[in-house]
């Protein structure tokens, strides 16, 4: 069985700062693309950074320059570095994981969801 924990969000003021790190674990043989998603009130869920097993990252326009995606593959672990933060990155941040249980199973995994919220 395969778990997403996500650790790291809480209340900040404007122009802070937040890390979010998220742990796999459970039977793993490989782990492809991991990332960051978010959901805010009202609103459906948006990619915010993601990171391919090579390295390459994705973002969304409003957080560029303003988030670092990076991983740790010794310890299945990925990072969002989130500086500048502003209200509208107010939102329940998921954790998600392309990773395969064996060599011919691969699917897609999903974290409980941390809170982030940024107050003006």
Known sequence: QVQLVESGGGLVQ??????????????IFSIHTVGWYRQAPGKQRELVAVITSGGRTKYVD???G???ISRDNAKSTVHLQMNSLKPADTGVYYCYADLQTSVLVSDDYWG?????????
């Open 112 to 120: 409980q969801g941390t809170q982030v919220t940024v107050s003006s």
């Open 14 to 27: 404007a122009g802070g700062s937040l890390r979010l790190s998220c742990s796999a674990s459970g039977f």
């Open 66 to 68: 303003r988030f670092t």
């Open 62 to 64: 409003s957080v560029k």
